[in-house]
Every structure is written in structure tokens, then in C-alpha cells.
């Protein structure tokens, strides 16, 4: 069962920073979906993300790579949907093998085949900065999240 956490965000600063949080919870083998539109903001949080599991910084979507792996406390592999046609079974991109080592963030996740991921991670626009952040985690990794 996951439990819902909504935040707002009022620009990219206050989105890394919960993504910032967030990566401090990771751990190998959580695979979170980012869904959002285009702009939303999933990159700026993965940049958080990274950042907080002890990565570096130059964080980009890899939009044409589909994969990007930032080492750290938990190696995060950052994985880009966008180009790929609905329905992808990610075991034919090697994520099974990725979580058993590290963490997965899945930008477009909505676009890949049900039973992969362990949370989600919706980014909505309410204006030009300001942000809705829907987390739906695993109870233990919210009360992480929570009390940190």
C-alpha cells in the first residue's frame, strides 16, 4: 500500500529540495515512476534526487540515451521514457539488473508496461513556478521522507 504526501513548490530551488530529501531515503531497489507534462519539473527534482543520495550534480535528461547512472550512497539510474512507444517492458532495459545495485527514477514512467515500480512521483503545473508534488511512496520510505 503506498501512502500519499502532497507538496507545493513555488520554483526550481523548492523542487530540488524535496527531490534533495528524497534521495536521502533511497534505496536500492526502489524504482519511482515521474509523470508530469512537459516543464513539469521532473528533471529539476531527479537533480534533487541525485544530489541527496550523495551524486553529482550535472544531472540532464537523458531523453536521448534513455539511461544515465549517478553514483553515490545509492546509485541512481535515470531513465527517459519520452521517445519510447507505450507499453515499454523495461526488463528489455536492463532495469531488473539496475535495482538490484541502486535505485531507478523513470521520467514518463506512465509509459512503461504495470508492475515495475515501487512508487510515483507526480509533478503538476499550477502557474509558471509554482508546482504541485504528489509523492505515492512505500509506508516505510514516507515515514523516512516524513521525518526527515
Known sequence: ????????????????AVGDRLGRCLRPGDCLALTGQLGA??????????AGAGGEQDVRSPTFLLHSIHPGRVTI???????????VDLASLGLDEHLEQGA??????????????????ELALLGERRRR???????????????G
Do not use: C, N
Open 77 to 87: 539510474h535515470h531513465l527517459d521514457l519520452y521517445r519510447l512507444p507505450d507499453g
Open 1 to 16: 500500500m503506498l501512502e500519499e504526501i502532497q507538496l507545493l513548490s513555488e520554483g526550481p530551488d523548492e523542487t530540488r
Open 41 to 50: 519539473g521532473k528533471t529539476t527534482l531527479v537533480q534533487g534526487i541525485v
Open 104 to 121: 531507478a527514477l523513470v521520467e514518463w514512467g506512465e509509459r512503461a508496461a504495470p508492475g515495475w515500480y515501487t512508487g510515483e512521483v
Open 133 to 147: 508534488i504528489t509523492l505515492r511512496l512505500p509506508a516505510e520510505l514516507a515515514r523516512e521522507f516524513a521525518g
